[in-house]
């Protein structure tokens, strides 16, 4: 492992406004140090207790090093892993090519323009934006709602975009599933925090919307929604909550649905257009690139690279969750 950083404690007692800047400047450190993304996501790794992949221990023990990685064994379940085991750099080959294929992903390049800058193949190119995009899925754990917060249903088309239709019945069990809409409850406050999630089929439901409001928005916020029925629904839940405005402005302007069908409607033109659209099963993975492009990142090349890269190294779970959505033809929505 390249030595990034001389001290992890050092590391780790950084405030935010000096992480920032440490994130800011990573790009340029890695290339200074000679190293790459999966030196990074060791030292992102040891940043934090080491936890057994298989059952979660912390009763684990150093096992020896194999390429220079750390090796560990777990007390408990006996499971053998190194620091980079459920990380988005999990098993990788041409690891030194990581870095720059972010730079080409964040410069808005095809799959196929990335795989010719950074000399790998077109496969390969959508392997590794699916490792990256899988580890930005649980950014969503970070975003909560405050004050006057808009809610919205968007209905997007299904697709299994790049799957191949094995027989006649595939072809028309994909044909049916193509008359259903998706649907994505997007939710944004005045603070700029904002997120949309795939809740399943035809309409958002009671239940969607429930779990919005007592996980993710503050107990005094002030809902703004159109006028949606299973949202009306749940006003005599008595959920923690101000009050609930339907589709109405007030004299002042106050209350509306302008941010969120604003940033709702650039989201569809971006994947109908940018991508021409995307597999459903893939949905949530291009929502969360959007959030984080229009949340975290600064729009400045150098400093994003950096930001990218540690949101995809906060994840030790990314493998897991890239291969189970690889494996999964179709959509498969979960509670």
Same mark, same amino acid.
């Given at each position: !492992?390249?030595?990034?950083?001389?001290?992890?404690?050092?590391?780790?007692?950084?405030?935010?406004?000096?992480?920032?800047?440490?994130?800011?400047?990573?790009?340029?450190?890695?290339?200074?140090?000679?190293?790459?993304?999966?030196?990074?996501?060791?030292?992102?790794?040891?940043?934090?207790?080491?936890?057994?992949?298989?059952?979660?221990?912390?009763?684990?023990?150093?096992?020896?090093?194999?390429?220079?990685?750390?090796?560990?064994?777990?007390?408990?379940?006996?499971?053998?892993?190194?620091?980079?085991?459920?990380?988005?750099?999990?098993?990788?080959?041409?690891?030194?090519? !990581?870095?720059?294929?972010?730079?080409?992903?964040?410069?808005?390049?095809?799959?196929?323009?990335?795989?010719?800058?950074?000399?790998?193949?077109?496969?390969?190119?959508?392997?590794?934006?699916?490792?990256?995009?899988?580890?930005?899925?649980?950014?969503?754990?970070?975003?909560?709602?405050?004050?006057?917060?808009?809610?919205?249903?968007?209905?997007?088309?299904?697709?299994?975009?790049?799957? %191949?239709?094995?027989?006649?019945?595939?072809?028309?069990?994909?044909?049916? %599933?193509?008359?259903?809409?998706?649907?994505?409850?997007?939710?944004?406050? %005045?603070?700029?925090?904002?997120?949309?999630?795939?809740?399943?089929?035809?309409?958002?439901?009671?239940?969607?919307?429930?779990?919005?409001?007592?996980?993710?928005?503050?107990?005094?916020?002030?809902?703004?929604?159109?006028?949606?029925?299973?949202?009306?629904?749940?006003?005599?839940?008595?959920?923690?909550?101000?009050?609930?405005?339907?589709?109405?402005?007030?004299?002042?302007?106050?209350?509306?649905?302008?941010?969120?069908?604003?940033?709702?409607?650039?989201?569809?033109?971006?994947?109908?257009?940018?991508?021409?659209?995307?597999?459903?099963?893939?949905?949530?993975?291009?929502?969360?690139?959007?959030?984080?492009?229009?949340?975290?990142?600064?729009?400045?090349?150098?400093?994003?690279?950096?930001?990218?890269?540690?949101?995809?190294?906060?994840?030790?779970?990314?493998?897991?969750?890239?291969?189970?959505?690889?494996?999964?033809?179709?959509?498969?929505?979960?509670?």
């Amino acid at each position: !492992m390249k030595q990034i950083i001389e001290d992890v404690d050092e590391y780790i007692s950084m405030g935010k406004q000096e992480n920032l800047a440490f994130l800011d400047n990573l790009y340029n450190l890695l290339l200074e140090k000679e190293a790459d993304a999966v030196d990074y996501q060791e030292v992102k790794t040891l940043s934090a207790a080491p936890l057994c992949p298989n059952c979660e221990s912390s009763n684990i023990i150093k096992n020896g090093k194999q390429q220079e990685q750390q090796l560990y064994i777990c007390k408990d379940c006996g499971r053998n892993f190194r620091v980079t085991t459920g990380t988005f750099v999990y098993k990788i080959q041409k690891r030194e090519k !990581m870095l720059d294929y972010i730079r080409c992903m964040l410069e808005d390049k095809t799959l196929q323009q990335c795989a010719d800058e950074v000399g790998i193949s077109l496969p390969t190119s959508f392997a590794w934006r699916h490792r990256i995009l899988a580890a930005l899925r649980s950014f969503d754990n970070n975003v909560n709602f405050f004050g006057i917060i808009e809610l919205k249903q968007l209905l997007m088309e299904y697709s299994e975009k790049g799957r %191949r239709k094995r027989n006649a019945i595939d072809k028309l069990i994909a044909k049916i %599933r193509r008359l259903q809409k998706v649907a994505v409850l997007a939710t944004q406050d %005045r603070s700029g925090n904002m997120l949309f999630n795939v809740v399943g089929f035809q309409k958002v439901r009671q239940a969607h919307i429930e779990k919005i409001l007592t996980t993710k928005i503050s107990k005094n916020g002030v809902i703004c929604s159109d006028d949606n029925e299973e949202l009306r629904n749940i006003q005599a839940k008595e959920l923690r909550r101000k009050e609930v405005i339907k589709n109405k402005k007030s004299k002042n302007d106050l209350y509306g649905l302008t941010a969120i069908e604003k940033h709702t409607g650039i989201f569809v033109n971006w994947i109908n257009y940018k991508f021409r659209g995307v597999a459903t099963k893939y949905l949530q993975s291009y929502i969360m690139w959007y959030i984080i492009k229009h949340k975290y990142l600064l729009k400045k090349l150098i400093e994003d690279v950096g930001r990218m890269l540690n949101l995809a190294s906060s994840d030790r779970q990314a493998w897991y969750v890239y291969m189970e959505i690889r494996l999964n033809p179709i959509l498969i929505l979960k509670d």
